[in-house]
Each structure stands twice: as C-alpha cells, then as structure tokens.
T-cell receptor, first 114, second 116 residues
Framework: AQKVTQAQTEISVVEKEDVTLDCVYE???????LFWYKQPPSGELVFLIRRNSFDEQNEISGRYSWNFQKSTSSFNFTITASQVVDSAVYFC???????????FGGGTRLMVKP | DAGVIQSPRHEVTEMGQEVTLRCKPI?????LFWYRQTMMRGLELLIYFNNNVPIDDSGMPEDRFSAKMPNASFSTLKIQPSEPRDSAVYFCASSRRTSGSSDTQYFGPGTRLTVL
C-alpha cells in the first residue's frame, strides 16, 4: 500500500517570505515516482515536477526547489521569495513503476499575503 | 499542443437526472484517468483506461457510475441517476507510458458538478 502525507493543511506567509511544504510518503516499492501539482483558485491541477526514486538530486526551477531524501521518505517543496500568485493548494503524489494509480496527499493550502 | 479538454466546465442538474461528462485526452497519450475531488475525500481515482480498455474501475463508487472510451480521443463518465452526494469536481487526466516507466499524468480543467 502507498500513502502520502502532507501534514500542513494550511500555511500563511507574507509576500517575499520563503516557505517549505512538507511531503512524506510510504511505499514498499524500490522504483517509484514522486510528483508535485499546484491547484490555483481557478481549480485546474497543474503539474510542477516529477522525480524518480533513483534520482536524489535536488532540483531548482526559478523560485521553486525540491528536496528529495529517501532516508526520511520525504519530498519537500520550497518556494523562495513567495508571491501572491503562489497562493494555491499544493499536492504531493506518488506512483510506483508498475502501476498507474497516483496516490495523492491531502494537499497544503498556501496563502501568500501582500 | 492542446492539453486535456473537458466539457462541460460546470454542470448543475437535479437529483435523478442523467449527467454525462466528456474528456479528450492529449493526442498520443495511451492512458486516461477519471478522478473525483471532494472536500471530504480529496482526490480519488475512479477508473482508468489503457488503449481505450478499462483497466481498473475499483474506484467507481457504485453502479450509477459508468465510463466509456470508444476511441483514443474521447471518453465519457456518466452518472445515472445523479444524487446530491455526487456533487464534486471531476477531473480527467492522460499520460503516455514510456520505456516501462510511469509517465506524468496531465489533468484537464475539471468539471464542477452540482446536483440539487
């Protein structure tokens, strides 16, 4: 069985602050993929990043960065210098290599205030 | 390239009516997924298809729900008869499996269904 836990249900920050969204996962598989999706107020689900279980290199894309640590089964997401447009619900998700079923965490609602 | 297309974007219907949600996956994608999002249950997978064939429908809540994929570019999710507890946002997603690995699922904009 797979499980994804996003312990932070809501985070509120002021613009320009850095914020980290936590994601902890459980799986018995050795090959798996981790994802982050963004759901802005308009409602669509936007793909942000995909990592496979063999690649523990941190990734940076503009103000976004991801820290993948297999030792702690975590895949955390950091937004540097947050902006109001970052306000959204962010979902972490997991899929194993053999399957096609995404397991989503409960999501973290990020509110960035001006 | 166009993303996943869903229609309608919003649907309001009365209890007992039939509802049909439509999805056009990204061209070239061979997997199609239907998800439902509610406040209580979050995002849950209802059913998915591979090459137009239903593979796993264990998430379909009950017999009132049915899904079809008559061809590679079109799928429907039907609820008959609809009930107020079916009110949710329904997402369609598609992906393309490459080299035996699970590829990224890309989501459509969703259909917000309200059953009165």
């Amino acid at each position: 069985a797979q499980k994804v836990t996003q312990a932070q249900t809501e985070i509120s920050v002021v613009e320009k602050e850095d914020v980290t969204l936590d994601c902890v996962y459980e799986t018995r598989d050795t090959t798996y993929y981790l994802f982050w999706y963004k759901q802005p107020p308009s409602g669509e689900l936007v793909f942000l990043i995909r990592r496979n279980s063999f690649d523990e290199q941190n990734e940076i894309s503009g103000r976004y960065s991801w820290n993948f640590q297999k030792s702690t089964s975590s895949f955390n997401f950091t937004i540097t210098a947050s902006q109001v447009v970052d306000s959204a619900v962010y979902f972490c998700a997991l899929i194993n290599n053999a399957g096609n079923m995404l397991t989503f965490g409960g999501g973290t609602r990020l509110m960035v205030k001006p | 390239d166009a993303g996943v297309i869903q229609s309608p974007r919003h649907e309001v219907t009365e209890m007992g009516q039939e509802v049909t949600l439509r999805c056009k996956p990204i061209s070239g994608h061979d997997y199609l997924f239907w998800y439902r999002q509610t406040m209580m249950r979050g995002l849950e997978l209802l059913i998915y298809f591979n090459n137009n064939v239903p593979i796993d429908d264990s998430g379909m809540p009950e017999d009132r729900f049915s899904a079809k994929m008559p061809n590679a570019s079109f799928s429907t999710l039907k609820i008959q008869p609809s009930e107020p507890r079916d009110s949710a946002v329904y997402f369609c997603a598609s992906s393309r499996r490459t080299s035996g690995s699970s590829d990224t699922q890309y989501f459509g904009p969703g259909t917000r269904l309200t059953v009165l």
